[in-house]
């Protein structure tokens, strides 16, 4: 019924930018927050930033500065700006979505994720 798809993973030097898309789709009636996680190998899935319906925005304290969370609602598409990537910033990062279906159905859903690494 949803479907979030995400894009722009790959690899990256130390220093460097990457951008990660996340566009949307399915029976959804309101979206409450949108936000990317990611979880290195061995490790737990952690929060990276997330997005409100009306723009407020939460950020990492490892990322505070690096990367920018936005959206573009017009594309149902949610982004991460990454810049001054660290080797530690070396996971995969997960789209996920707090919404509300056109069935009145609350819940979080996810996209499959996308590999970032960060190496020289």
């Known amino acids: 019924q949803v479907q979030l798809v995400e894009s722009g993973g790959g690899l990256a030097q130390p220093g460097g930018s990457l951008r990660l898309s996340c566009a949307r789709s399915?029976?959804?009636?309101?979206?409450?927050?949108m936000g990317w996680y990611r979880q290195a190998p061995g490790n737990q899935r952690e929060l990276v930033a997330t997005i409100t319906s009306s723009g407020n925005t939460f950020y990492t304290n490892s990322v505070k500065g690096r990367f920018t969370i936005s959206r573009d609602n017009a594309k149902n598409t949610v982004y991460l700006q990454m810049n001054s990537l660290k080797p530690e910033d070396t996971a995969v990062y997960y789209c996920n979505a707090n919404l509300r279906l056109q069935n009145g159905v609350r819940d979080d859903y996810w996209g499959q994720g996308t590999q970032v690494t960060v190496s020289s």
């Open positions: 399915g029976n959804i009636f309101s979206i409450y927050t």
